[in-house]
């Protein structure tokens, strides 16, 4: 079977409700304030929706909470280490 | 099926403690988990290792493979008893329900997988109409595809309920329509393309992020798009008009004279197309002529002679 479905990119303007990422993620809202609390997620400006993009972010923070039992604060420190190596490693690329 | 070492797996002996396995998987899961180690091969590596801690850390499940194991080698075909599944009753711990037992071997499967999940699967489609799971996977696609759009062909693997309510894994094939000018780590939604819903419940959607296969000519970074060109000493010397490619077919760059070796030129609005397009960074490289001709020799020794040149004007003082 082979068809052409309908296809969206993700930009700024696709935002889910907090329940609405919970579901998606499978996740707790009181989960979801945690990481808002560490900086990890945060809602897009003035309140309770977040982009749609930040289900990645979830997914992986989610991951690395589970896979090596870090706590909230242990989850955010791996995520900036994370987010700091890929920085420096396109700007190796982008050196070379 | 294939006999599977979950000892080797985890570099240990037989002898090996609770805690020895408890720390190998740590280890090898810091090493190799997909989110830290972007290498290809890693995901599968994690795979095998968390496989292996899943059996080895389970007393129960590490008593009936040890029972299982002697006298097998890795890789060597194998049949479990057949009165393995009346003998064993395995808890499916709440480790393997949340990996997703599908991502396991058919040898795990086959001893440590099956009769529990599904049950519970059963149940929960009969009482609550439910979302399906949402999939999320990497597409690697050519930067070339984002210069004018293109028409990919992907096979996935989704899971699908069947009429009786078990879920099963089967190959999905989609036309992917690639647009013009994605751009790395944007995410592609599919709408009701991933899991399917329970008792009536949408469809999950289909996640799908972008990378690009190495380019041999371009770099890319976000919107911005980068190449070394080579150019002649002279060229660099004199100024020259240089055809460059292009997400838009070559232009004619102008390298301005006195350009230096890592001089960087912009061309604006040269990089992948889009509403704000972004630019072709071209980054100049001297290549120079071996001096192995009478001609070439002469051409550079009337250099060293007409020039007023020191090389290391900027080593005043540490000389």
Redesign the interface.
């Given at each position: 079977?082979?068809?052409?479905?309908?296809?969206?990119?993700?930009d700024e303007s696709?935002t889910l409700t907090v329940e609405e990422l919970c579901?998606?993620c499978r996740v707790e809202v009181t989960w979801v304030e945690e990481m808002v609390a560490q900086g990890v997620i945060s809602p897009v400006e003035g309140g309770r929706q977040f982009a749609?993009?930040t289900?990645?972010t979830v997914?992986?923070a989610r991951?690395?909470e589970?896979?090596?039992a870090l706590n909230a604060s242990g989850v955010a420190l791996a995520m900036d280490l994370?987010s700091e190596i890929d920085r420096l490693k396109?700007e190796l690329?982008?050196r070379r | 099926m294939e006999y599977k070492d979950y000892y080797k797996s985890l570099g240990l002996a037989k002898a090996a403690t609770a805690d020895d396995i408890k720390k190998a998987f740590?280890q090898l899961?810091?090493k190799y988990?997909p989110?830290?180690n972007k290498e290809a091969g890693a995901e599968a590596k994690f795979k095998e290792i968390s496989e292996a801690n899943e059996v080895l850390s389970d007393p129960e499940k590490r008593k009936a493979y040890d029972d299982l194991g002697s006298g097998l080698a890795p890789g060597q075909e194998f049949r479990p008893p057949p009165d393995w599944q009346d003998s064993h009753h395995f808890r499916q711990s709440a480790g393997t329900a949340?990996a997703g037992a599908q991502d396991f071997s058919d040898f795990f499967e086959e001893l440590f997988g099956r009769s529990r999940a599904r049950p519970q699967q059963r149940q929960r489609a009969e009482s609550i109409r439910m979302?399906g799971e949402?999939s999320?996977a990497r597409i690697v696609i050519d930067l070339r595809d984002s210069f004018q759009g293109a028409m990919r062909?992907i096979t996935l693997r989704v899971p699908e309920l069947t009429s009786a309510g078990d879920v099963t894994m089967r190959d999905?094939?989609?036309?992917?329509?690639i647009?013009k000018g994605?751009i790395e780590g944007?995410?592609?939604?599919?709408?009701?393309?991933g899991g399917p819903g329970f008792n009536g419940g949408e469809a999950g959607d289909l996640?799908l992020?972008v990378a690009f296969a190495p380019d041999p000519v371009f770099?890319a970074?976000r919107r911005d798009l980068?190449i070394d060109l080579p150019v002649a000493p002279w060229e660099a010397a004199l100024g020259a008009s240089i055809r460059v490619p292009t997400p838009e077919g070559p232009i004619m760059l102008q390298i301005p004279p006195n350009s230096a070796d890592g001089r960087e030129l912009h061309a604006r609005g040269k990089g992948l197309p889009g509403e704000n397009p972004g630019d072709l960074v071209v980054k100049l490289n001297i290549v120079w002529p071996r001096a192995d001709s009478e001609k070439a020799r002469a051409a550079y020794e009337t250099m060293a002679r007409d020039i007023p040149f020191d090389a290391r004007a900027g080593w005043e003082g540490a000389r």
């Amino acid at each position: 079977m082979s068809k052409e479905p309908h296809i969206d990119i993700l930009d700024e303007s696709h935002t889910l409700t907090v329940e609405e990422l919970c579901e998606r993620c499978r996740v707790e809202v009181t989960w979801v304030e945690e990481m808002v609390a560490q900086g990890v997620i945060s809602p897009v400006e003035g309140g309770r929706q977040f982009a749609e993009v930040t289900i990645r972010t979830v997914r992986t923070a989610r991951r690395l909470e589970r896979d090596f039992a870090l706590n909230a604060s242990g989850v955010a420190l791996a995520m900036d280490l994370l987010s700091e190596i890929d920085r420096l490693k396109s700007e190796l690329r982008r050196r070379r | 099926m294939e006999y599977k070492d979950y000892y080797k797996s985890l570099g240990l002996a037989k002898a090996a403690t609770a805690d020895d396995i408890k720390k190998a998987f740590r280890q090898l899961a810091r090493k190799y988990h997909p989110d830290i180690n972007k290498e290809a091969g890693a995901e599968a590596k994690f795979k095998e290792i968390s496989e292996a801690n899943e059996v080895l850390s389970d007393p129960e499940k590490r008593k009936a493979y040890d029972d299982l194991g002697s006298g097998l080698a890795p890789g060597q075909e194998f049949r479990p008893p057949p009165d393995w599944q009346d003998s064993h009753h395995f808890r499916q711990s709440a480790g393997t329900a949340r990996a997703g037992a599908q991502d396991f071997s058919d040898f795990f499967e086959e001893l440590f997988g099956r009769s529990r999940a599904r049950p519970q699967q059963r149940q929960r489609a009969e009482s609550i109409r439910m979302r399906g799971e949402d999939s999320h996977a990497r597409i690697v696609i050519d930067l070339r595809d984002s210069f004018q759009g293109a028409m990919r062909q992907i096979t996935l693997r989704v899971p699908e309920l069947t009429s009786a309510g078990d879920v099963t894994m089967r190959d999905k094939v989609l036309q992917l329509k690639i647009p013009k000018g994605i751009i790395e780590g944007k995410i592609i939604r599919l709408k009701g393309q991933g899991g399917p819903g329970f008792n009536g419940g949408e469809a999950g959607d289909l996640y799908l992020e972008v990378a690009f296969a190495p380019d041999p000519v371009f770099r890319a970074e976000r919107r911005d798009l980068s190449i070394d060109l080579p150019v002649a000493p002279w060229e660099a010397a004199l100024g020259a008009s240089i055809r460059v490619p292009t997400p838009e077919g070559p232009i004619m760059l102008q390298i301005p004279p006195n350009s230096a070796d890592g001089r960087e030129l912009h061309a604006r609005g040269k990089g992948l197309p889009g509403e704000n397009p972004g630019d072709l960074v071209v980054k100049l490289n001297i290549v120079w002529p071996r001096a192995d001709s009478e001609k070439a020799r002469a051409a550079y020794e009337t250099m060293a002679r007409d020039i007023p040149f020191d090389a290391r004007a900027g080593w005043e003082g540490a000389r």
